[in-house]
């Protein structure tokens, strides 16, 4: 961009008098203009290669001559001269763009393309779009690359190597299926979001020869977010009214090939009226390897389906979502994921028509009561069911569960590593998996066992379809190998099966009949004499709260005042001040105010030793934290001011640590990194990690927020505090060569 500038103003005034000519002659303008759109019209009309070559090369000389006054005059938008110019020559811009669109999809949709027309049609769109494309034109261009061939998809995808001025309207970027190439999206059009769009321009991750500003916010208070690419690396930083509080370098070029397979998505999703922009993330390979937080509240609510379209802005109007792979349906829990029904029944037919009712599902019955025949077995199964403690029910299975979503989601990460995990590590029998839409639909409305229900991906995301990671999925018993799903007839592409399936989501059928089904799901005939009428009756645990059934709320206090004594530790002469155990080692250290510290067996309370701590003042030993390898670290005012001692189990002393005037309210050791981590409730801010040896300062890290309670995570690799604000703070406790990133809840 600066070697840009320096071109520009090496040309500045050449390019003053060749704008100011087009202001002065309006005339020269309109009629290159017309050109265009003349030849525009030949070239769709051309009926043999050799005219349609002669044609697009005549179009190719005149372009260049009218892309100067289409498209260079955006850049000297901030002269005098360039802003008249500019608005002068956009709307014409405007018309040529979309002529150009209009006459790549009329040669495609013909088949009549071949690679130098496409690439020359595509160079010229792809030289106006970044100046003079709206919201309309790009609904328009994906409208078609949607159901557009392969060598349409790849033209894109060589369109979208332009880099682009970003740091105007925040952006998302995610990757294309079995492409590094990256679609820089702006949500803000609500023309985008009513059509189920998200992509207007697009760059490659793996750029190499330039920095580019993918995303830039700075707000009133002094908050902000960066991020960019500099060559190959993505660098984020999170800044404070203070300055950088965090930098983060991110080396795309060691996972290029990873984001040929998997799915990578780095998304900061804008949209005026939808909800807050709290954080940024980066995900490699299905992995977190950079979370920022700007201190804003994160209603997760949207991505579950919630409505938080009235939500108020907080702070500066922000407002965003961070979207992620693990995140796209939200959750994985049976209760949580979100479920859509089935809309389509013709699975066999040449072509889909919609306008015939039998091309729809029966939203007013559940699944299990669609087929006749399988719902007298169910029927006459819950009237012969008697059993004094299990209600009466149709179905045993469920309609929407972790085995449906992973079933339908295998192909797509992280879905797949849960499948795997689940089943020992390797996919289930070929057979079993899902092969086919309408072998799967007949399961579904014929197998008493099978009573599943979709799930949103079918109705935005063409990617579950496909085998993009290239898993070896296995062969079925026919000798068929399972790879990509078996589409309908009337679906030539997966593109055009999620769009077909949308539309009808959106149809007048499903408008004036999906009360019904979400009646059944969320409302009145979910249970009760309803339910039964409705054939609607599954299983009594699978019911919202029923999972709780036997529990009760005591109407009275409950105290355990009655130990045993096997129970009770003994041997301080003074008042107890805090107590710490571990399970692998078998014993319990507690610390008192007389500046003593008892070792007891857990086993049979036994004292195996004690040992003193330095000084003798109240209140003596005021925290402790013993770890599972023997080391304990003691905090204590005995001396008179907040000191932090690490000792061996055996009371051998290692270390000491004058900690000025700040006494730590908590104590935690991270014995895979001999560090103990402390926190300062007085002080609010910090977490400071030290060595165990020589107490040496590993690393300080603002928390912001009052420090409540702090622990490590299982994996000793991440200290968790809670913070007077009610937000969960997770930080990591990595070796200081690696780089910091902090998770909030």
């Avoid at 850049?75 to 006459?103: C, D, I, M, Q």
């Avoid at 949308?502 to 408008?511: D, I, K």
């Amino acid at each position: 961009m600066e070697e840009l500038r320096m071109l520009l103003q090496d040309a500045e005034e050449a390019q003053l008098q060749t704008l100011q000519k087009i202001t002065d002659d309006s005339a020269q303008v309109s009629r290159l203009k017309d050109s265009v759109l003349l030849l525009l019209d030949v070239l769709g009309q051309c009926e043999t290669p050799e005219t349609r070559r002669e044609t697009l090369q005549a179009l190719r000389r005149l372009f260049a001559v009218c892309s100067v006054h289409f498209y260079d005059a955006q850049v000297f938008l901030e002269t005098p001269v360039g802003a008249a110019s500019y608005r002068h020559v956009a709307k014409r811009g405007n018309v040529v763009l979309k002529s150009l669109l209009a006459t790549l999809r009329t040669l495609v949709a013909r088949d009549e393309v071949d690679e130098e027309t496409g690439q020359a049609l595509v160079d010229m769109i792809r030289t106006l779009c970044l100046q003079s494309m709206n919201a309309a034109d790009v609904v328009a261009l994906f409208d078609f690359l949607r159901l557009g061939r392969p060598p349409a998809r790849r033209w894109v995808l060589q369109m979208q190597k332009n880099l682009v001025e970003m740091d105007t309207l925040p952006r998302a970027i995610f990757t294309m299926r079995g492409s590094n190439a990256g679609l820089i999206v702006s949500s803000e059009q609500q023309l985008f979001t009513k059509r189920g769009y998200t992509c207007s321009f697009g760059i490659h991750l793996d750029a190499t020869t330039t920095s580019v500003a993918l995303y830039s916010f700075r707000g009133h208070n002094g908050q902000g977010v960066s991020a960019m690419l500099d060559g190959k690396t993505l660098v984020v930083k999170m800044v404070a009214g203070q300055g950088v509080v965090q930098h983060v370098e991110v080396p795309f070029a060691d996972y290029v090939e990873k984001m040929k397979r998997e799915w990578v998505h780095l998304c900061i999703v804008h949209a005026k009226k939808m909800v807050f922009k709290d954080k940024l993330t980066v995900y490699v390979d299905g992995k977190s390897v950079f979370n920022g937080n700007l201190g804003y509240p994160d209603p997760l609510a949207m991505v579950c389906g919630r409505n938080t379209i009235g939500v108020e802005p907080l702070v500066d109007g922000l407002k965003g979502k961070l979207w992620s792979p693990t995140l796209f349906g939200v959750a994985l829990s049976e209760a949580e994921y979100p479920v859509f029904p089935w809309i389509i029944s013709d699975y066999e037919s040449a072509t889909l028509d919609l306008s015939r009712r039998g091309a729809f599902r029966d939203l007013s019955k559940p699944m299990g009561a669609l087929e006749p025949s399988r719902l007298k077995f169910y029927v006459d199964r819950y009237n012969a069911f008697e059993d004094p403690d299990i209600p009466k029910f149709m179905y045993g299975t469920h309609y929407s569960n972790i085995g449906a979503v992973l079933y339908y989601l295998i192909r797509l990460e992280p879905f797949t590593s849960y499948a795997l995990s689940i089943q020992g590590g390797k996919f289930d029998h070929a057979d079993r998996l899902f092969h086919s839409v309408a072998e799967t639909w007949n399961n579904c409305l014929t197998d008493y066992t099978d009573l599943k229900e979709l799930t949103p991906e079918w109705f935005y995301l063409p990617e579950f379809l496909v085998n993009c990671n290239g898993l070896e999925l296995g062969t079925r018993q026919n000798g068929s190998d399972v790879n990509n799903v078996v589409l309908p007839p009337w679906a030539p592409s997966p593109e055009d099966f999620v769009m077909k399936n949308l539309v009808a989501l959106e149809s007048e059928y499903v408008s004036t009949n999906i009360h019904h089904w979400i009646d059944l799901v969320f409302g009145c005939t979910q249970r009760g004499a309803a339910a039964v009428e409705a054939n609607n009756v599954f299983f009594y645990l699978t019911y919202e709260g029923m999972i709780f059934r036997g529990s009760r709320v005591s109407s009275k206090p409950v105290h355990a005042n009655d130990y045993s004594a096997d129970q009770v530790l003994l041997g301080h002469n003074a008042q107890i001040n805090c107590v710490s155990a571990s399970d692998e080692l078998g014993v319990c250290i507690s610390g008192s105010a007389s500046n003593e510290c008892l070792v007891h067996d857990l086993e049979d309370g036994s004292i195996l030793h004690s040992f003193d701590v330095p000084g003798h003042l109240e209140p003596g030993v005021i925290s402790l934290a013993l770890s599972n390898v023997g080391h304990v670290v003691v905090q204590s005012i005995g001396t008179g001011a907040p000191m932090l001692y690490s000792f061996h189990l055996n009371g051998t002393l290692m270390a000491q640590l004058s900690l000025g005037d700040r006494p730590m309210t908590s104590l935690s050791i991270c014995a895979r990194y001999s560090k103990v981590v402390v926190s300062n409730s007085a002080q609010a801010l910090v977490m400071t990690a030290h060595t165990l040896d020589d107490q040496r300062v590993l690393l300080e890290q603002d928390v912001y927020g009052e420090i409540s309670s702090q622990g490590l995570a299982p994996d000793e690799m991440h200290a968790v505090f809670g913070v007077g604000s009610g937000k969960i703070v997770c930080l990591p406790l990595l070796p200081p060569q690696l780089p910091l990133h902090r998770t909030e809840i």
